[in-house]
């Protein structure tokens, strides 16, 4: 799960790194190996996955090098956070991990330069390094970091944890999900083919009206923008709104649809909250999405596709790049000179 600030950030000190880990990935991780991408001193990326059983090792190790070779990584950070072992510091969580990573990487000309463990990304939490027994030190205050500043200028909300960067997608109740569609069922039945520039404005519609709207959507609306989404020009014209300033509302509603839309019109919404997410660097909440929008609609291409672009660190800046070639899509679509439509089997 790679993630990215959109303007880098120098850190002073090592402990300034370490601390700023939380506000990288978006939460605090636990029992997880996070990479630290370096470009010229600088955090350029930022890597997650799960802690492997011990003999995950070496496929852990050549998963991780296919994304940081795509992205030209000449350095990296390791950094275990877990529980401490019973013979420190001695002997560190996870060491045959790290050597494993280190002798891979090194391989295909990847120097790990530090490794450290974390039982935490807590204040006052202790860290110890892999390589050096006297390399140590105690992690500052990261609500205090000028990464945490900086993510919250960007309007980003750090989590405790994955699980409650998780529960922002969690869905409405089962009752309402099945209202909406019956009602789906009869709109999709008793009404004629949706026009892609009409149904393009409503979304457009639904985004402009976010900052203004009091309470939830109602059902109607609801139903009305995932008979919309379902068209898939529509669809993949939403992805060039990101190029625009209210990527941030349209970001909001992504997130409100994925949460209150049924199955499987719910992929839709899921997939541009993970586009959207992504391409101003949140892997954590793309991430989140897409495991929304695959529990929904198995085998959705463009869940595949945006599940592809993540796991192989596709950069944040051409995923930018492409929304604004969907923009000038979403335009030719609002101007009515496209008049194709359907719905998404994708």
């Avoid at 205050?141 to 909300?157: F, I, M, Q, R």
């Avoid at 529960?167 to 009404?191: C, F, K, Q, Y």
């Amino acid at each position: 799960m790679p993630t990215t600030l959109p303007k880098p950030i120098r850190l002073r000190a090592a402990g300034d790194l370490y601390a700023a880990i939380p506000h990288l990935m978006g939460f605090h991780p636990a029992d997880s190996l996070v990479v630290l991408v370096l470009k010229d001193h600088l955090v350029s990326m930022t890597m997650r996955v799960d802690l492997p059983r011990p003999r995950h090792r070496g496929m852990l190790a050549a998963q991780l090098e296919a994304p940081l070779l795509e992205q030209d990584a000449a350095e990296v950070v390791l950094v275990v956070v877990c529980a401490p072992s019973a013979n420190m510091p001695e002997e560190l969580p996870h060491e045959p991990l790290v050597t494993a990573l280190q002798h891979r990487l090194g391989g295909v000309g990847i120097e790990v330069v530090e490794a450290v463990w974390l039982p935490s990304c807590e204040k006052n939490a202790p860290w110890l390094c892999y390589f050096d027994l006297d390399c140590h030190g105690t992690l500052p205050d990261p609500k205090l970091s000028a990464v945490a500043a900086a993510s919250a200028h960007e309007g980003n909300v750090t989590f405790e944890s994955r699980a409650a960067l998780a529960a922002i997608a969690a869905l409405d109740p089962p009752e309402a999900l099945e209202r909406r569609s019956a009602l789906l069922d009869e709109l999709m039945t008793n009404s004629d083919e949706p026009d892609p520039s009409v149904e393009l404005r409503r979304v457009r519609g639904a985004i402009d009206a976010v900052e203004e709207r009091k309470g939830p959507l109602p059902d109607a609306e609801i139903v009305a923008l995932a008979r919309a989404l379902a068209v898939p020009e529509v669809r993949d014209a939403s992805m060039g709104f990101a190029a625009q300033a209210k990527s941030r509302p349209a970001e909001r509603l992504w997130l409100e649809l994925t949460r209150s839309c049924p199955a499987p019109e719910r992929a839709e919404p899921a997939c541009l909250l993970a586009f959207y997410a992504y391409q101003r660097g949140d892997g954590g909440i793309a991430s989140i999405a897409l495991d929304a929008a695959e529990e929904a609609c198995p085998g959705h291409t463009l869940t595949k596709l945006l599940r592809a672009a993540l796991s192989a660190a596709f950069p944040p800046a051409q995923m930018r790049a492409l929304s604004i070639n969907y923009l000038d899509s979403a335009r030719r679509l609002l101007s009515g000179s496209q008049s194709s439509s359907g719905r998404s089997q994708s």
